[in-house]
């Protein structure tokens, strides 16, 4: 078996036209920073995915009917490659709920839905929050109580989501509701695609620990806003059957193609800073904690690596998704532990000729433990994982629809 990345030649010529591409159109002064993007890089970067999603390459292996490149997996993963190395990806201004939704729409929409509501996800022209998350729903997600109730051609929604991750602004929220407080769990939930300026919807930034490289958390309350009935997504009550292809993704199944942008600052930072007269490197300690790193780094990178193919090349999938997940999790975890000893205090200082890897370290303590919880906690995937494979059912749960 060949573990070796080898590209074909027109796989290289691809290569070639994309790179030739960026260079021309990737907007000057996105800079990396450990917080959340200052507005003029978050605008920066959604002109990119503008560009992108104009050429087909935002969204390269979804349908060119609805605005996708209709492009096959490896291209893909050449485009993601090349953004990947100039430190960019092609999403990354906050779209977590058009990153899940849309291929939730393509999966479980009718065709006049997807006509509406996948193009301007696909070509980068909006921002979706996705709205899950209910001051007592989490890991339980079917017990959702946020309330969507018929009213002739509307439904009228009232509800608080919390913990809704974004960056600095918002055109549509993609979300669940109960629609039948009387039916059975599973079978008492729908899908809606609400515009974020409807009358009755207030937005309420929350201050938690780990902020994000692109944006920070939110609470969202509905107060008797009138959505669309055309709006609700997958037919009244199938929610949960639309929920599988969205946690599915969720849980990484989607996979991803980046490097560890991470590792390499601590690298440089223990390479080029002295203590006691040597290049923190030099310490035999500091350099075992560094290659834990780089290991548990490159791991995490093969998962992702493996679950963006297995996706987009349309492959069957079973458990792929939450183990990527559950190790990524952990690793953090454990890299905030390994971070804390290479660097001692200077990973605690986030600014100051003291913070080490320009407060990169700093970020990454907060955040190594704020990630155990998001989209699905590691405990829920184990739990999947058990599912899949037989343990946790006697029959074993199939992988979430992705087509
Ligand atoms: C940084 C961040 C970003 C987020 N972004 C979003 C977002 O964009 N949209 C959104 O909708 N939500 C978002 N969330 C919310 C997130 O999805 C929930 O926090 C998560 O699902 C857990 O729910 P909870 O906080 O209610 O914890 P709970 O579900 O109450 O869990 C508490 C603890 O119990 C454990 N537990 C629960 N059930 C089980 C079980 N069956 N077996 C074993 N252990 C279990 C959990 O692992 C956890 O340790 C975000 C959260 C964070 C921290």
Redesign the pocket.
Known sequence: MEFETAYTPEQEAFRKEIKGWLKENVPTGIVESPGEDPREVWDRKRELARRLGARGWLWPTMPKQYGGGGLAGDQAIVIEEELDALGLSARDYGD??GTMGAPSILVWGNDQQKQAFLPPIFKGEVVT?????E???????ASVKSLAVRDGDEYVINGH??????GHDVDQFWTICMTDPKAPRHENVSWFMIPARLPGITVMPLD?L?G?GTGH?SSVFFDNVRVPAFNLVGGENNGWKVASTHLEIEHGGGGRVSRDSFGPRVFRYCTTTMLDGAPISKDQDARDQMMEMRIEAEINRLFGLRNFYLAHAKKPRTYGGPQSSYFRKMSGLRLTHTVGRLLGYSALVSSGPNAAADGFAEAQQRQGI???????????Q??IIARRIGVGRTAREEAGRLE
């Not at 929050?129 to 998350?133: I, P």
């Not at 704020?370 to 829920?380: I, L």
């Open positions: 977590s709920g929050w996705q709205c899950l998350t001051p007592e729903a989490g890991s339980d997600l989501k919390t913990f809704i991750s974004g938690l780990g994000q958390q704020v990630s155990v919880h998001p989209g699905g906690t590691a405990d829920v184990k739990l």
